[in-house]
């Protein structure tokens, strides 16, 4: 077997609510291998975005190791995570949370920008993003002209820029119409054929997540196949 | 790097569609721009009080005053050759006697100063010429000798040029020393002088040394020379060299030392100021932090989308002050150039309407002076306090955590 790219080793997490903790995950593993397509299900309530949030360090586990490759990533601290995050992982949530003062290829320059590219390379890469997305026409206009299907898609064009190894999406056509939410999902394997992307992807949609070559059922703290 | 998080910080700050600035934004901001500006105003007002001062000073004393006490017998010209000599800083010098009289005129008294001044070297020395309001700057002595009024004078007693004046001047007795006798002195009015200093157009009168010798009958005697320098911000510096080619029993002053009280208060006045109009910047500053503090809680989701993709808290902490300074930054510039502009309509009020009440201010016109110091230290201290006053919300930013912010809308 491959070497995963990506592995947690007995994640726990535990929010305190009142004076009381309330355990959300109870010792979670999981090796993601390169290339797969992992869909992660569950109850709403059952930890996913926890969970989601964790493999993708934007959240701290109680307990428990991540890997990437044979990095330990529990070890880096915040900033060296962030730029770790940058440089290998790319991230779409159920909202957009496209930046409303920047035009649609500004908020697709942005990751390539702080990363310290330059103008011209990052807005070059940014309109080839934007053309495999089929939003060309849309480069220079601002957020509130754009619909919501292609706001998404934005928010997808974000998280390609900087060529990630893994793509993260936290429910990301839960707030989309049915029309829409096929566009996306179509698009989300088609990229990952063009780019070679690992997905770990969050759905409620059942016929999204059959689509998926994995799919881990998270409930009560733990995976259940 | 930099540069980037300049434009994601004023990009956030430039929005249209959602106003970063709320209503108290703008206050503040225009607080920091009222505050800057009246900075700026009263600084220029206060370089122009001393500068007018400095100048009225210099053109009508001297750089250095000279008071001669010992009985060294020697003409005023060989001791001005003597110090021209001794150093090559001094232009030239001009002998002079002060006595104080009393003036009356068509009814009215008035204690005055006499000066008298050797015609032929005046104006190397002093800077009186470009001060005739009226008439011609002319001191010849002989049968009716010509004087030289302060504005003021000429006006409390309506005097006018080719009038005649009378001044009482006392002679101490050599008989009985709480005595004295009275000698009349009339003068011819030639021309009349803006001072620039109210006490000098209250009571200064310029004439011919000779005239003001025979009058106190003291002979060729003299009270002490005025000096022009080269440079007249080297005068201080300049006195001890002075005193050590000169010896004992003379005194030596530069203009500053003449009146030092006064340009003591001028030096103290423009501190106080300084910090007192400071603490409107201060909290205008503060007030401008506070809205970039709502505005970062507001922006929790924003903030939390740029962490994930890769901001790193020291950028973020970055970016706030960044956006901190091009507020504070907005706020200097609309300041200085609102104070520019109060100082121009502060100088145009006072000559359209003499505002200013030469008895309280010791001047009665100030010419306003923005000084390029002056106007540097207001911004970069401006900028520090908005730098510093960043902090909590950029603090705020840095520690909020990015899940939170990605979970809702
Ligand atoms: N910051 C928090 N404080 C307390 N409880 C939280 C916090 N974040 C999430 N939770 C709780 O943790 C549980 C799991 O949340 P989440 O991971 O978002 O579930 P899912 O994405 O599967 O719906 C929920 O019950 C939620 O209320
Ligand atoms: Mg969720």
Known sequence: MNKPILSARTLTKSYTQGTGELPILKGVSIDIQA?????????????????????????????????????????????????????????????????????????IMLPARIAGISKDQARADAMRLLSHMGLESRANHFPNQLSGGELQRVAIGRALM??????????????????????IQDLFFQLKKDYGLTLVVVTHDQKFAEKFSRQMKLSDGHFST | MNLTLFWIASRLLSSSQRKILTLTGWVSLLGLVLGVGSL????????????????SVADVAGHVNILKFSNEQITWQDLVEKIKKSDDLVEDGVPFISIEGVMAHKGKLSGVMMQGLDPASIQKVLNLSTRLVKGQFQIQGGEEPQALIGKGIAQHFGVNIGDQIRIVVPIASELEVNQFRRRLVKLKVAGILDLGKFEYDQRMIFTNIETVQQVSEIGAQYTGILLKLKDIDQARA???????????????????????????????????IFFVIFVIILAASFNVASSLYINVVQRFSEIAILKSFGLSSKQLVRMLSLQSLVLGGIGCGLGVGVGVLLCFGFSWLQTEFGIIPGSVYKVDHIDIEIRFLDVFIIIVTTLLICYLASLAPAKKGARMTTVEGLRYE
């Open chain 1, 162 to 183: 900087r060529r990630p190894k893994i793509l993260f999406a936290d429910e990301p056509t839960g707030n989309l119409d049915s029309n829409n939410s096929q566009i």
């Open chain 1, 35 to 107: 290339g797969e397509s992992l869909c992660i299900v569950g109850a709403s309530g059952s930890g996913k975005s926890t969970l989601l949030h964790i493999l993708g360090t934007l959240d701290r586990p109680d307990s428990g190791e991540l890997y990437f490759e044979d990095r330990n990533l529990s070890a880096l601290s915040d900033d060296e995570l962030a730029q770790f995050r940058n440089s290998t992982m790319g991230f779409v949530f159920q909202f957009h949370h496209v930046l409303s003062e920047f035009t649609a290829i500004e908020n």
């Open chain 2, 40 to 55: 700026v105003v009263s600084m220029a007002v206060i370089s122009g009080f001393e500068s007018t001062l400095k100048k």
């Open chain 2, 238 to 272: 300049f006195i001890p060299r002075l005193e050590k080619t000169l010896g004992n029993g003379y005194r030596i002053r530069d203009w500053k030392s003449v009146n030092e009280p006064l340009f003591e208060a001028v030096k103290i006045e423009r501190v106080v």
